[in-house]
């Protein structure tokens, strides 16, 4: 018989397991039989492929081709410093792709599915891949089911079962057995699959497959794996690479040209444009932006913030508002009861957090609650309509589950009410678990006898269900919605509790039951309870650096408006006069109309998921660059839509975390902030690479063809050229990509999305610089051949100039506007590190027997060393005067 067909007696009795679950051991010895639960591992990064990839380039084609010739025209030293760079340029790009690629992989096995199991009686968190056959696993709205589970208990429970079927409806399950034969998926009603998404409501069941024993384990093969997002900045750059491609293969058939109208060999001329090419475009480029993505999505982590998307990295560093919710984001996620009312009196309720030690005062007199009728009833419904269990670990109180509902367990705690007794006299028979639609949640309790109904929720929602209130009068809503809007301009957030007694012969717990609001079956409102949970104070910081940054913070929250422009004036984030916009504005509201209020309103309150996609939509409609918190299964609209979605690590779904790019471990506000700040470094980096490379690489062409203009002969031979490429480009280019981060970055106005690599500022500099050292270069080697010096000597001087030039130009490049007598060699020592080894490199170069043979290189004398270095100086110069001037108009325009 299959799964479905047995009753839930005989699921447990061949399963071997109980009502309180299987024991540690129990479950640790089927852990060994049965194995992980996990389907097949995703493949292993693809070395080959990644070789594969570096050869993968028309520069390498290109130069490929070139050593072949020169082997056809003997020049085999030229053809084995070719192939020497194409080995050495392959290995140096495959080692730091697979590092990245390694990296990357590692953070996401961060990300680990949970699950809620009972195990000897208690409910427990475990990583999903531990789940085995025979465990009693909890269920609910926005996870994803982790195994395959036959229900034995469940409540309005529904699943999205497109992923084995294609069918989008959510499907209605049950916890019946079923007596036909071969059934389909879609029609076995009665067990979860592992994969699908809970969509609504709560159920339990016993795990009868795990991992590849799974429906979906049987069909992974089938199931596309997902693919990996390529960053947006990486098109970017490729295109920027192939641009300049083209430039550089013209400019060097130009050179190929003049040097045969010149005189120049046809054999001579063509390995000097190949190497002209290969010297001048970046190749390295799109290495170094992986790198400094994977630098990026590493140094996120370290800030609780976990990439799931790579482009989210430098996509971060562009955003203009972050939409984030309130509750355990921006705040502490410590609710904590401060006042109670009970339909005739105002209480108030001291202690913070989740110790259950304070007093409860009325007009500021301690009473004892227990002689409080009605205030017992408002705490009682709190602690026992209520999903959360308060603990102790290390000495200190926790809470399991939600934390407004721990607050509610420790306010009656206060009381004197102890949940293990209250459960035993109020057992819980059925329950309709809080759903956002809804408003609300209710319990079915029995009694001496007796069955009552205990509801609790949003305020508007439980008085639309009350008739009278718990002195037996009519309900008087406007009273009761008066002092919860007093509560809450408090900064407090209001439950209100109500109850009834109900037919004896009532076992299952429907909508439909709890919402019957006539004169006799109409609830007993009982009171409300107000509590407030503090803003983190590290999010205070967070949101002030967020306004120097250029960055707006709004705040979408299901809270009442008074509750959420208290705590937004705490924050910063609004002041008095800021105007909050509710979800029942939003429903009057066009999108247009909406359009017209995004950009002056950042608080919302009482709103749906499905006005959050709206605020998003036209936020993004103005322009802005977004980035979206959320943590429900309907949060998932937003966080797509987003530019940036953000879920949360503790408090988020899995549907939640799928969605997002992003995702927070400590579900912190502040982490935000700090993954804006890398993702504004990656961005910079690659600049600064870019900067560094392109006029390094566009002087090697020029100061060729300046040779042909003074007629003095090539200032490199092919060899010399891939040299100063190899030196350069494998060495400093990647080190660059782990500069720090300059001073103030966060106080700049958010970058343009729509800009390119190179802004205008770098233009105007790459051409001066470019310039300034094709003129450096043949200075010196004019100068050089002036003196007497053999061309073999010469040239050793005009490649080690261009070497010293790279040197100083990768000073240069640390920062667009900051003089680098200002920053510190040693703040990035990847880039220090890397000049001392290309300086020794160069040494080597120049007065290594071996490598003059390959090079064709001469010593150079003390003299010499002075005048490179104080030509290729001159490049700092230079640069430090066009910041300084950038930076006067900087100021002034500020």
Not at 301 to 307: D, E
Not at 822 to 830: D, E, M
Request: charged share 25%; glycine share 6%.
């Amino acid at each position: 018989m299959q799964w479905y067909q047995l009753s839930i007696r005989d699921i447990y009795h061949k399963l071997k397991t109980l009502e309180k679950g299987l024991s540690q051991e129990e479950a640790k010895r089927r852990l060994t039989e049965y194995g992980y639960n996990r389907l097949q591992e995703e493949d292993k990064i693809n070395k080959l492929k990644i070789l594969i990839r570096q050869l993968a380039s028309p520069l390498i084609y290109i130069l490929l081709v070139a050593g072949l010739i020169a082997i056809l025209f003997r020049e085999y030293v030229d053809a084995g410093v070719i192939f020497v760079a194409v080995i050495l340029n392959t290995i140096i790009g495959y080692l730091q792709e697979y590092k990245a690629e390694q990296s990357v992989k590692a953070l996401k096995k961060m990300l680990v599915n949970r699950a809620k199991v009972i195990r000897e009686g208690i409910e427990r968190d475990i990583p999903a891949d531990e789940l085995v056959p025979g465990d009693i696993v909890m269920l609910y709205s926005g996870i994803r089911v982790p195994a395959d589970i036959r229900l034995i208990h469940c409540v309005e429970f529904k699943t999205d079962e497109s992923l084995l079927t294609g069918e989008s409806l959510p499907v209605e399950k049950h916890y019946h057995a079923i007596k036909e034969d071969n059934l389909t998926y879609g029609d076995q009603k009665n067990i979860a699959f592992m994969g699908t998404i809970v969509v609504s409501g709560r159920a339990k069941g016993i795990v009868v497959a795990t991992g590849m024993n799974t429906v979906l384990g049987n069909i992974s093969k089938y199931i596309k794996a997902t693919e990996t997002v390529k960053a947006p900045l990486q098109e970017k750059i490729k295109k920027f690479a192939n641009s300049l491609g083209i430039i550089v293969i013209s400019a060097s058939l130009f050179l190929f040209g003049i040097g045969l109208i010149i005189g120049e060999s046809i054999k001579d001329m063509f390995m000097t444009a190949v190497a002209a090419a290969v010297a001048t475009i970046p190749e390295g480029l799109p290495v170094v932006v992986t790198i400094a993505l994977a630098v990026g999505v590493s140094r996120m982590a370290r800030y609780n913030a976990l990439i799931r998307k790579i482009h989210a990295v430098e996509t971060l560093g562009s955003t203009t508002v972050i939409c984030s919710d309130k509750t355990g984001t921006l705040t502490k996620n410590e609710m904590t009861v401060k006042v109670i009312y009970d339909g005739e009196n105002i209480y108030e309720v001291e202690g913070i957090g989740y110790e259950p030690e304070g007093k409860i005062l009325h007009e500021g007199i301690q009473v004892n609650p227990k002689q409080h009728r009605h205030l017992i009833d408002v705490l009682r419904i709190g602690l026992l309509c209520n999903e959360s269990n308060l603990y102790i670990e290390d000495g200190q109180f926790k809470v399991e589950g939600d934390p407004t509902e721990g607050a509610l367990i420790v306010s009656a705690m206060k009381a004197g009410l102890t949940p293990e007794e209250e459960k035993e006299k109020y057992p819980q028979i059925s329950m309709v678990p809080f759903e956002s639609e809804r408003g609300y949640m209710a319990t079915l309790h029995k009694h001496r006898g007796k069955k009552y109904l205990y509801v609790k929720g949003a305020p508007e929602r439980v008085l639309d269900m009350c008739v009278r209130d718990s002195l037996g009068n009519e309900i008087d809503r406007e009273k009761i919605l008066k002092i919860a809007e007093e509560f809450a301009k408090n900064g407090l957030r209001i439950l209100a509790f109500a109850y009834r007694e109900v037919e004896e012969h009532v076992e299952e717990l429907t909508c439909k039951e709890v919402e019957k609001c006539d004169h006799i079956f109409g609830l007993t409102f009982a009171g409300l309870q107000g509590m407030i949970d503090p803003p983190r104070q590290e999010v205070l910081d967070a949101i002030k650096g967020c306004k120097k940054a250029g960055i707006r913070v709004v705040m979408i929250t299901g809270d009442h408006a008074f509750t959420a422009k208290a705590i937004g004036e705490m924050l910063g984030i609004s002041d008095k006069k800021s105007k909050v916009l509710t979800g029942k504005e939003l429903e009057k509201m066009t999108d247009d109309e909406l359009f017209n209020k995004v950009k002056e309103v950042s608080i919302y309150a009482r709103v749906s998921p499905e006005h959050k996609l709206r605020i998003v939509q036209q936020l993004k409609r103005h322009g802005e660059i977004v980035a979206v918190t959320g943590d429900g299964v309907n949060d998932a609209p937003a966080l797509k839509s987003a530019h940036i979605g953000i879920s949360m690590g503790k408090s988020g779904t899995d549907v939640a975390r799928e969605a997002s790019d992003m995702v927070l471990t400590d579900d912190n506000f502040a982490s935000i902030f700090h993954a804006v700040r890398e993702g504004r470094i990656v961005f910079d980096n690659i600049r600064k690479v870019t900067f560094f490379l392109i006029p390094t690489g566009v002087a090697s062409i020029i100061s060729i063809i300046f040779a042909m203009i003074f007629r003095v002969p090539i200032p490199y031979v092919p060899s010399q050229i891939l040299w100063i490429n190899l030196v350069t480009n494998s060495l400093k280019d990647i080190s660059l990509a782990f500069e720090p981060g300059e001073k103030g970055i966060l106080e700049r106005p958010p970058r343009n999305p729509k800009e390119g690599i190179m802004s205008r500022l770098l233009i105007e500099r790459t051409i001066i610089v470019g310039t300034l050292i094709s003129l450096g270069i043949i200075f010196n080697f004019m100068s050089a051949l002036q003196e007497g010096y053999s061309l073999e000597k010469a040239r050793t001087v005009a490649v080690t100039t261009m070497v010293l030039f790279q040197f100083f130009q990768a000073w240069n490049s640390r920062s667009e506007y900051e003089s680098i007598f200002r920053i510190s060699l040693l703040s990035n020592p990847f880039l220090f590190f890397s000049l001392v080894a290309s300086f020794l490199a160069q040494l080597a170069f120049i007065y290594f027997p071996p490598f003059q043979w390959i090079f064709r290189t001469e010593p150079i004398s003390f003299s010499d060393w002075i005048n490179i270095i104080a030509v290729s100086m001159s490049v700092v110069f230079v640069v430090e005067i066009d910041k300084w001037i950038r930076r006067r108009k900087r100021n002034r325009k500020n």
